[in-house]
């Protein structure tokens, strides 16, 4: 059976910094692309930083470029998300989304509130 579960939310005051992890279990992890994705409430879904299977490779969205790490442990079957400098704009429910031809497997998210 399938699992993704993310896990590393909270409040954190502007400034701060949180790390967001992605435990996956299930399939091939080590075949997937992982990606963070983000929804603040009254907004679309967007894509916040993603990861090659092999790790070698990133993308990160231009609001977050600098300011938060994604990287992975494939011995782990774990990704995370170090965010760093966090603003009142990075307010919203974050998602690990795996990703494998029409693989396409989504954890249920987790709170993140950046607020003084």
């Known amino acids: 059976q399938v699992h993704v579960v993310e896990s590393g939310g909270g409040l954190v005051q502007p400034g701060g910094s949180l790390r967001l992890s992605c435990a996956a279990s299930?399939?091939?992890?080590?075949?997937?692309?992982i990606n963070w994705y983000r929804q603040a409430p009254g907004k679309e879904r967007e894509l916040v930083a993603g990861?090659?299977?092999?790790?070698?490779?990133?993308n990160y969205a231009d609001s977050v470029k600098g300011r938060f790490t994604i990287s992975r442990d494939n011995a782990e079957n774990t990704v995370s998300l170090q965010m760093n400098s966090l603003k009142p704009e990075d307010t919203a429910v974050y998602y690990c989304?795996?990703?494998?031809?029409?693989?396409?497997?989504w954890g249920q998210g987790t709170q993140v509130t950046v607020s003084s």
């Open positions: 989304n795996a990703v494998w031809g029409w693989y396409d497997y």
């Open positions: 990861i090659s299977s092999t790790g070698g490779s990133t």
């Open positions: 299930g399939f091939l992890f080590s075949h997937y692309v």
